[in-house]
């Protein structure tokens, strides 16, 4: 009765497990503290969310799909053989590319709350889950990896000499 539903939540699910392990890298990759703890709360919020999903499901009598969470798993792990290859860490664009897929992901389990609150009146199971306020979150979520990403930018994309002349032209 409620394929799509639980094929659209376990999909989620999948992507969470994903984003958990490239997380997990971000966090080892920085040296900075703030860097690092940001990653790690981060990655309790995404545990946190993950869940919020899984409660969902059980609520209308389904289960979390194990094979789909390792799909996730496994699709990170070789999303993370280019990352490695291009080096997540300060100062690589391995490092840029990572943190663009994850405000991407976060940008989709955004869309996945809005989604959930559009249809929650046709599952009263769902009564109680407050899904405009994991929405907000996830936007703060999204806003605060856009700041780590933009930061990235200035130290990855333009590089040292560019930022050099054009800091100079400007005096």
Same mark, same amino acid.
């Given at each position: 009765m409620d394929h799509d539903i639980t094929r659209y939540i376990n999909d989620h699910l999948a992507g969470s497990s994903g984003a958990l392990l490239l997380i997990q890298e971000l966090a080892e990759s920085h040296d900075a503290p703030e860097a690092r703890d940001y990653f790690l709360h981060l990655k309790e919020k995404v545990k946190a969310d993950q869940c919020v999903l899984e409660d969902l499901l059980e609520r209308i009598g389904q289960n979390p799909s194990t094979l789909l969470k390792a799909a996730g798993r496994v699709a990170?792990?070789?999303?993370?053989?280019?990352?490695?290859?291009?080096?997540v860490e300060p100062g690589k664009l391995g490092l840029f590319e990572a943190l663009e897929i994850l405000a991407l992901g976060v940008q989709g389990k955004r869309l996945l709350?809005?989604?959930?609150? =559009?249809?929650?009146?046709?599952?009263? =199971?769902?009564?109680g889950i407050d899904f405009a306020e994991l929405e907000l979150q996830a936007i703060q979520q999204r806003d605060d990896i856009e700041f780590w990403r933009l930061h990235a930018a200035k130290d990855i994309l333009a590089g040292v000499e560019r930022r050099a002349v054009t800091t100079h032209g400007r005096d």
């Open positions: 990170a792990h070789i999303g993370s053989i280019k990352l490695m290859w291009e080096q709350w809005v989604a959930l609150r =559009e249809i929650a009146s046709w599952f009263p =199971e769902w009564e």
